[in-house]
């Protein structure tokens, strides 16, 4: 085809053609550079995009015989009355890496374990993980390609060749080129369309803000539910089906062998089991730098990436300003280089700033107790998922318009099969009763609402409009990107599911004043993360499929 219009149009043609690609490309330019509005222009009247009833995507689970999820390799769970763990000791947990190009002559020797997760229960089935393998990789240089293989070579069990880039140095000029930034993903239909979506955007680092596998919306029998305690209310512990952990590894492998991701936990993935341990597949699956940044717990925790300090908060844990977490936050923040890691990023699961009738006013207790201290160290953005849906805030502290707040970003709108929130508890008749909103979950079901004392919504528990602080809300899936420009200007992203490849549902310039808001001045050294620790472990997905 292209040689049969190379000739109809002759030689003259080249220059037109080129003319029409410069045109569309200064069309472009100017889309990105004059038309993106930036928090300055701000704060902005209330949008929220109509319901799309035309799109709803498809909420259903993959199943196990899908391609996308089957086991490649021998080696593999149990599940059952009757299982025995395997022994992690069994076989080496060994990378061999090297800078692209080059021979992958560094060898790291890292440990294996293997997790149960029991249930007391007569009639419910016990489970055993494969065998998971942690590896460390020191001396890597930032922001620099590696090739990497894993296995046993005593076994001749060594995977394929992959491939990832450090993070950039710290520093107020040095940035990941994107980041994927996404919650609520379980594995149905729709997560793979956000996937897929997401992968074409060729992230540097993926952000999973909490609700990972899904795998407690199952009875231990393999039986799968849109809501838990609709259909299984009489359980005597909430079950999970746990292979569908190994499923997500599997289909999520081709991305995360290659990009470098990062997980915060969300409520279901608490999977309570036997002597009332809770989170240990969470755990287990995936690798934490707790330990290099000050915390004793996978549930929160801190890294640089380039000059974002990112900060990982537990939802699902004590919160209280006596309690360890809070303690630590204290300490992280205090400890940040705004010269050398000018954004200042914090992430966890359930939103403060949500209008959706799902979870309204959920984490309020959370709120309550952290807010002041995040505001006073000046955060910057704020992510969020739970709520499956998405939603930006305009700059806001305690309910309130404050330029020097943060912008609260809920994307909880990534896949999974519970569907999407679709209505605002501004609307007629959705406002929930008060007692209603705690979740038991978080600070033992605590009631800290109130109703606002100021303002439109004064006397209420809800705004009756879309409220002044909320930006612009839309149901739809998706996933966001984000793109740190220099030390003031980043560039957001929205991207649904539904529009064609690297059209924008949504985005806008965060940028950072720090002239005119002023933080709490630094008073600990940084506790600054090596290149290696963002991709600190190879984890399970890669390495058990091997053995």
Not at 140 to 164: I, W
Not at 493 to 516: F, M, S, T
Request: charged content about 20%.
């Amino acid at each position: 085809m292209t040689n049969s219009f190379k000739h109809k149009m002759g030689s003259a043609s080249v220059p037109f053609i080129i003319g029409v690609v410069v045109l569309v490309m200064m069309s472009l330019l100017l889309k990105v550079d004059g038309g993106v509005q930036t928090t300055l222009e701000g704060p902005f009247k209330p949008v929220t995009v109509p319901l799309d009833k035309s799109f709803r995507g498809n909420a259903m689970d993959l199943p196990d015989t899908d391609p996308l999820v089957q086991r490649t390799v021998q080696g593999e769970f149990q599940i059952g009355d009757n299982i025995e763990p395997l022994d992690p000791e069994s076989v080496g947990s060994i990378v061999e890496y090297g800078r692209y190009g080059r021979t992958m002559s560094h060898r790291s020797k890292g440990y294996s374990l293997v997790y149960s997760q029991l249930y007391p229960f007569e009639g419910l089935q016990n489970y055993t993980s494969g065998i998971i393998h942690h590896v460390r990789l020191t001396g890597l240089k930032p922001n620099t390609l590696y090739q990497y293989r894993c296995g046993d070579p005593s076994l001749s069990a060594m995977s394929e060749v992959h491939y990832f880039r450090t993070m950039p140095e710290s520093g107020p000029n040095s940035y990941p080129s994107r980041i994927a930034v996404v919650g609520d993903l379980g594995l149905t239909y729709n997560t793979t369309s956000t996937v897929n979506h997401m992968i074409s955007n060729h992230p540097d680092l993926v952000l999973l803000v909490g609700d990972v596998s899904y795998a407690n919306m199952y009875l231990t029998n393999g039986t799968g539910t849109d809501c838990y305690s609709c259909s299984f209310s009489d359980t005597p512990i909430h079950e999970t089906y746990q292979p569908r952990w190994d499923y997500w590894g599997r289909y999520m492998q081709p991305l995360i062998s290659n990009v470098p991701i990062m997980v915060i936990e969300g409520n279901h993935e608490l999977e309570e089991q036997a002597e009332n341990k809770t989170f240990v597949a969470y755990s287990s699956r995936f690798a934490f730098p707790s330990e290099e940044s000050g915390s004793s717990s996978t549930l929160y925790y801190s890294f640089n990436a380039g000059g974002i300090h990112f900060i990982m908060l537990g939802a699902y844990t004590s919160f209280d300003k006596s309690g360890e977490q809070y303690k630590w936050l204290e300490k992280d923040l205090a400890s940040v280089e705004r010269e050398v890691t000018p954004w200042l990023v914090a992430t966890w699961h359930p939103p403060w700033y949500s209008t959706y009738t799902a979870h309204f006013r959920e984490a309020e207790c959370m709120r309550v107790e952290m807010e002041d201290l995040l505001y006073q160290y000046g955060v910057d953005i704020v992510f969020n998922g739970h709520v499956h849906a998405y939603e930006r805030s305009n700059r806001v502290y305690n309910y309130t318009l404050d330029p020097c707040g943060p912008v609260y970003i809920t994307v909880g709108d990534g896949g999974n099969r519970e569907k999407m929130a679709i209505t605002h508890a501004d609307e007629p008749g959705n406002c929930p009763e008060p007692s209603s909103t705690p979740d038991k979950l978080i600070n033992g079901g605590l009631f800290c609402g109130f109703n606002f004392t100021s303002g439109p919504a004064q006397g209420k528990f809800c705004w009756d409009r879309q409220p002044d602080y909320s930006a612009i809300r839309e149901s739809s899936f998706g996933h966001g990107i984000l793109e740190v420009k220099n030390e003031t200007h980043a560039l957001w992203i929205w991207h649904r599911n539904q529009d064609y490849y690297g059209i924008a549902g949504d985005e806008i310039y965060i940028v950072r004043q720090p002239q005119k808001c002023p933080v709490k001045p630094k008073v600990l050294k940084n506790l600054d993360m090596a290149p290696a620790t963002i991709f600190k472990y190879l984890k399970e997905f890669v390495y058990s499929k091997i053995l």
